[in-house]
């Protein structure tokens, strides 16, 4: 028991004011509920673990090519983390797009942009563990991938999408539109995003027109000049 106790620093530290009316009943009814909480079942690791199958295995090769496990992982960290930045910008833009951004909430707006910075960070970053498969590590498997491509990411054309990417602006992948090429579940949700118009871009460029003198000499503000 002592030894879960002293596993986080910040287990217990705010079950006081975590609970509802603030008694001592509550706060060790919450430490109660919290201690059949299992990291593994938290995180469902379950799935997450045996989430990597490989399409390399055959008869012949059992176990698979080696650096499609690799692949495989490296790919699903970068759906997960488009996943977080997806996330943060939800939430940066409820702030952005009401009429008035109150300026306590300003800290939180910029914070979420900071934490979406640092992620891309970290995503560039991942190249150099991918680099460390040559190109005859991936032939080794590619073969099975079929028509599988990122170029069919959906959480990477909505993060497109909803920070603002002008759709002319896109480069024609054989000659076809880029939702051609998403599942048919997905198409409809991402090209509507193209046009609800609530974008990073569009609720920055609204919060620079309501500030004070930023108007050029006919009274009007435009982004881009």
């Known amino acids: 028991a002592a030894a879960n106790t002293m596993a986080c620093p910040y287990a217990h530290s ?35 673990l045996s989430a990597q199958r490989l399409l390399s295995v055959s ?32 939430s940066f833009l409820r702030i952005f797009t009401q009429e008035t951004v109150p300026e306590y909430q300003m800290l939180e707006a910029v914070s979420r942009i900071k934490r979406v910075n640092e992620i891309m960070r970290v995503l560039i970053q991942q190249f150099s563990v991918l680099e460390t498969m040559t190109a005859l590590d991936f032939l080794s498997f590619r073969s099975s991938l079929g028509e599988a491509s990122g170029f069919q990411s959906a959480q990477w054309r909505e993060l497109e999408n909803v920070l603002g990417l002008n759709p002319s602006q896109r480069i024609a992948h054989r000659n076809q539109d880029y939702a051609v090429f998403l599942r048919p579940q997905d198409r409809d949700r991402i090209k509507s995003l193209e046009r609800n118009g609530n974008t990073v871009l569009e609720a920055v460029s609204r919060w620079l027109e309501r500030t004070p003198g930023q108007e050029n000499r006919d009274g009007e503000f435009t982004f881009w000049n």
């Open 59 to 90: 008869s012949e090769h059992p176990r698979g090519a080696h650096d499609e496990h690799l692949f495989i992982v490296i790919h699903q960290t970068y759906e997960l983390w488009f996943k977080q930045i997806l996330f943060e910008i939800d």
């Open 14 to 48: 705010h079950d006081t004011a975590n609970a509802e009316d603030g008694s001592p009943g509550s706060a060790h009814a919450g430490r109660r509920a919290a201690a059949e909480v299992n990291y593994s079942d938290y995180l469902q690791l379950d799935k997450v």
